[in-house]
Structures are given as C-alpha cells and as structure tokens.
C-alpha cells in the first residue's frame, strides 16, 4: 500500500520561505510522478508543480514559476517543494500526491493515484 506524508507547513510571514517534503512509501518511487496541488478555502485544488523521476518539471500559474522549485530525492522517496516570497493568497492546505499514470509530469489531479494528507499553510500580511 502506497503512503504519502507531507510535512513543512506553518505559519509564515508575507515573503517569507517554506519548504515542503513529501515522503512515499510502499511503492517504488522511481515509477511515479510527483506532484504538488493547493487548495485555499473555498477555491478549487490548484496545481502547483510536477517533476518525474528522471527531473523534467512543469509549473502551475506563472506567478508560482520563479518562486517554487519542485525537486526529488529518489534514492530517499522523497520529494521536496521550496516555496520562496510566499504571499497572503497562497493560503492554502498544500497537498503532495504521486501518479502512475504517465511517465510525464501531470497537472491534472484526476490522474495522481496517490494523495498525502495535506498540510496547512498561512501567509500572514
């Protein structure tokens, strides 16, 4: 049985740096695409970023391109997200999932197999 766990949420002031891990287990890593969404209150999840196991990427809205860098340790099954200049509106739950579906980087949520539980981020003004 796959398990994802992310860790690296908080409270952060407006311009501030988090950094996100995502830890999968149960499954070999190398066969999934790793992918970060978000979803604020009331909005619909958003993609963030995906990156597959031989390191190509792809980023969500162009205001996340720059700031965010997704990354993975495969040898550790784990996978990372640096979020840097972190602004009020990026409040959000921020989910880490893995999908089987493509050897490509996915930005559809539909297609991740696999979802951790979320955690909690808040950009505070």
């Known amino acids: 049985q796959v398990r994802v766990v992310e860790s690296g949420g908080g409270l952060v002031q407006a311009g501030g740096s988090l950094r996100f891990s995502c830890a999968v287990s149960?499954?070999?890593?190398?066969?999934?695409?790793l992918g970060w969404f978000r979803q604020a209150p009331g909005k619909e999840r958003e993609f963030v970023a995906a990156m597959n196991h031989i390191g190509l990427r792809t980023y969500g809205t162009d205001s996340v391109k720059g700031r965010f860098t997704i990354s993975r340790d495969n040898a550790k099954n784990t996978g990372f997200l640096q979020s840097n200049s972190l602004k009020p509106e990026e409040t959000a739950v921020y989910y880490c999932?893995?999908?089987?579906?493509?050897?490509?980087?996915?930005?559809?949520?539909?297609?991740?197999?696999?979802w951790g539980q979320g955690t909690q981020v808040t950009v505070s003004s």
């Open positions: 149960g499954h070999t890593f190398t066969n999934y695409v």
């Open positions: 999932a893995v999908s089987s579906a493509s050897g490509l980087p996915i930005r559809t949520a539909g297609l991740y197999n696999h």
